[in-house]
């Protein structure tokens, strides 16, 4: 599975930016997505995570209730959402599928998208 991410940019504290992620195979339904963010200098963190269906979803607590994960299985394109962005929200985010739901380590995860940059100011 080929991911390519996009949507990532430059915006104030407090707006809104939504990221996307195509993947390259019509079985994109049959695989557990995340999303996962790596600040400069440091390591490459858990976001949030979907089940196949979109029906599941796990979120990290610094984001929970600002961010949001869905997927559109017909277009095999998951989205975030992010409102009430904050500065330390600043990061290269990734996307990427696994086989099993729920994974909050890297290593849960079998492929992965380039990244899109994100950068809050304050």
């Known amino acids: 599975v080929q991911l390519q991410a996009s949507g990532g940019g430059l915006v104030q504290a407090g707006g809104s930016l939504r990221l996307s992620c195509v993947a390259s195979?019509?079985?994109?339904?049959?695989?557990?997505m995340g999303w996962f963010r790596q600040a400069p200098g440091k390591e490459r963190d858990f976001v949030a995570t979907s089940n196949w269906s979109g029906g599941r979803t796990y979120y990290a607590d610094s984001v929970k209730g600002r961010f949001t994960i869905s997927r559109d299985n017909a277009k095999n394109t998951l989205y975030l959402q992010m409102d009430n962005l904050k500065p330390e929200d600043t990061a290269v985010y990734y996307c990427?599928?696994?086989?099993?739901?729920?994974?909050?380590?890297?290593?849960?995860?079998?492929?992965w998208g380039q990244g899109t940059q994100v950068t809050v100011s304050s």
């Open positions: 195979r019509r079985t994109f339904s049959n695989y557990a």
């Open positions: 990427a599928a696994g086989t099993l739901y729920g994974s909050r380590t890297k290593g849960g995860y079998d492929y």
